[in-house]
Nanobody, 126 residues
Framework: QVHLVESGGDSVQAGGSLRLACAAT??????????MAWFRQPPGKEREVVAA???????TYGDAAKGRFTISRDNVKNILYLQMDNLIPEDTAMYFC??????????????????WGQGTQVTVSS
């Protein structure tokens, strides 16, 4: 029942910032209980986890995101965010949000997504 819709992807120059959002459409009563994550898939590469946040708003980050990205969630509006600062060309990818119903104490290493959005494209130029 949870339809995840990403937005915010764009083309930016290196050093720029973007904020991605992922909204449940329509809003589902289980959303706030889920762990959420951002994944990305660069061209020609496998999908990788960027950041995760559990139902209690505890974030974890992949190496590429540390120090530059911030994951957060609004459990009232049921929106997941990824603030991306100091973007580099290696960040170019399709970014997906994902949800895991088993949302407590979930990290980037334990998240088991069962629902996915269709992605939003981020392109970072030199």
């Amino acid at each position: 029942q949870v339809h995840l819709v990403e937005s915010g992807g764009d083309s930016v120059q290196a050093g720029g910032s973007l904020r991605l959002a992922c909204a449940a459409t329509p809003v589902n009563s289980e959303y706030a209980a889920m762990a959420m994550a951002w994944f990305r898939q660069p061209p020609g590469k496998e999908r990788e986890v960027v950041a995760a946040i559990d139902r209690d708003r505890n974030p974890t980050y992949g190496d590429a995101a540390k120090g530059r990205f911030t994951i957060s969630r609004d459990n009232v509006k049921n929106i997941l965010y990824l603030q991306m600062d100091n973007l580099i060309p290696e960040d170019t990818a399709m970014y997906f949000c994902a949800a895991d119903r088993f949302g407590r104490r979930t990290t980037i290493t334990t998240i088991r997504p069962t629902m996915w959005g269709q992605g939003t494209q981020v392109t970072v130029s030199s």
